[in-house]
């Protein structure tokens, strides 16, 4: 794992004495761990689970850099909305840790900086998108001058200016999901949690939303987000992550991955989940 922000102290001889040593304080800086996420286990407990109740998540570890594009995959049922879901907040882990910008997810102050877009969204269809988003810029406390800047930056990004002024029931599937982008955005987040951001798009909104990725990913953001588009992946990807059944399966950079099992990352995902088409 590479270290971050590293003091290292070398001694350097100085003039003819070798007993004479000056000191230099060499800081090195590596990567910032932005979500890290150490031996996660989820577990639900209900009438018709037993005792022990059902296993979502088991013992997941894995660590997310500044910067980073980084796929959560996996098969329904896998454990990525649980993962999500206490990334979130919205679920407290059964045990292990979950971190964000070094705290733990449990405080307030962790959630502040992450922006996140569901699968399902839901909007008062009745609203203007310009009006949803100063909703969403009011709950995050932005002040009026901010908030208009806010609201005019991440229409132009999402590339719904001509369509600030109507209300989103006249709004495509696609439309709507870059609406969604928009929201997770107005706060300007450092970290974007995305579940299945080009679900149910067509190859051009697939694309738009994939050049909005890439896009966060020049200015500097992190984004994590689950995808069963794999193909998508591939394209923006730096590194992906691998569930089955709540464990992890597999960890490392796209490329990586694809020289070490020679195929692509639909291939890929379907080995590594034990999935064969023959009976």
Do not use: W
């Not at 988003?133 to 719904?160: C, H, N, S």
């Not at 490329?255 to 291939?267: A, G, V």
């Amino acid at each position: 794992m590479a270290e971050s922000g590293v003091t290292r102290i070398h001694a350097l001889p100085t003039g003819s004495l070798p007993d004479r040593v000056c000191f230099v304080v060499m800081v090195t800086s590596g990567p910032e761990t932005i979500l890290s996420i150490d031996k996660l286990v989820v577990r639900y407990r209900a009438r018709d689970t037993g005792p022990n109740g059902k296993l979502a998540v088991d013992r997941l570890t894995l660590e997310v850099q500044r910067g980073e594009v980084f796929g959560f995959l996996g098969p329904n049922g896998a454990g990525k909305t649980s993962t999500m879901n206490v990334l979130l907040g919205f679920i407290p882990p059964t045990a292990g840790t979950v971190s964000l910008f070094g705290v733990p997810v449990d405080r307030p102050i962790a959630r502040q900086r992450i922006g996140y877009l569901p699968e399902l969204t839901y909007y008062y269809r009745f609203l203007s998108a310009e009006e949803l988003l100063r909703f969403y810029a009011r709950i995050f406390g932005l002040p009026t001058e901010v908030r208009e800047q806010r609201i005019d930056m991440v229409l132009k990004l999402v590339e719904l200016e001509h369509a600030r002024k109507k209300t989103i029931r006249t709004y495509s599937r696609g439309m709507q999901q870059r609406v969604g982008l928009a929201q997770a955005l107005i706060n300007d987040p450092d970290l974007l949690i995305l579940d299945e951001p080009t679900s149910g798009l067509d190859p051009i909104g697939r694309m738009k939303v994939r050049s909005i990725i890439q896009r966060l990913k020049q200015e500097g953001k992190t984004v994590f987000f689950s995808s069963h588009e794999l193909g998508e992946v591939e394209t923006v990807c730096d590194r992906v992550a691998i569930l089955s059944q709540g464990e992890l399966k597999t960890l490392g950079r796209v490329d990586e991955l694809i020289r070490q099992y020679e195929c692509d990352l639909e291939k890929i995902f379907l080995k590594v989940i034990g999935y064969s088409s023959e009976p």
